[in-house]
């Protein structure tokens, strides 16, 4: 395989998911465009294509990366999860959401959605490195991640109910 510009697809191994992947890619290849076209993983979404709107943010190693900023190469022998690997099988094989995932859903922390995978995966980095994150944790965590619709207060106390929940502290979110 080899691209308009002569370039020569290089062989990568990545796992999505906790699926093991290998593929060759074109080296400018983005890791966001390899999500999608060829995993067909469409919860990555594209807006910038410049790394300033996160919609396209993934965890990279357990880490918040933007997806269209990296290279499909530079993810060779790394974990990426994806929105889509957010979702958990049960013993009886059918999936449920994440607590993240519930507590967007309970608190209203999502309008058109489009910002919505990039904010998830933050959020659950976020809760993965601090457990109690206080209201200006949580802003700062997702400052990098542009929503148009919400207005951030149902985001900020989905995140805030997701942190009561693991802690086993449920309350009314509001």
């Not at 999936?95 to 058109?112: I, N, P, R, T, Y």
Request: aromatic share 4%; proline share 3%.
């Amino acid at each position: 395989m080899s691209g308009k510009r002569g370039e020569v697809a290089l062989n990568v191994s990545i796992t999505v998911n906790g699926v093991l992947h290998s593929d060759d890619v074109l080296p400018r290849m983005t890791l966001a465009d390899y999500l999608r076209e060829r995993l067909g993983l469409t919860g990555t979404h594209l807006g910038c294509e410049h790394g300033v709107c996160g919609c396209c943010t993934v965890l990279f190693d357990g880490e918040p990366v933007r997806a269209c900023t990296i290279l499909a190469v530079q993810a060779n022998d790394h974990a990426i999860t994806t929105v889509e690997g957010l979702a958990i099988r049960t013993e009886d094989g059918s999936v449920k959401m994440s607590d993240v995932q519930e507590a967007f859903w309970e608190c209203h922390g999502l309008q058109c959605g489009y910002c919505t995978p990039g904010m998830l995966l933050t959020a659950t980095a976020l809760l993965q490195n601090n457990p109690d994150p206080s209201e200006e944790e949580i802003r700062e965590a997702i400052s990098g991640n542009i929503c148009r619709c919400t207005g951030y207060m149902q985001i900020v106390e989905a995140i805030q109910l997701a942190a009561r929940k693991r802690k086993g502290v449920v309350a009314d979110a509001r």
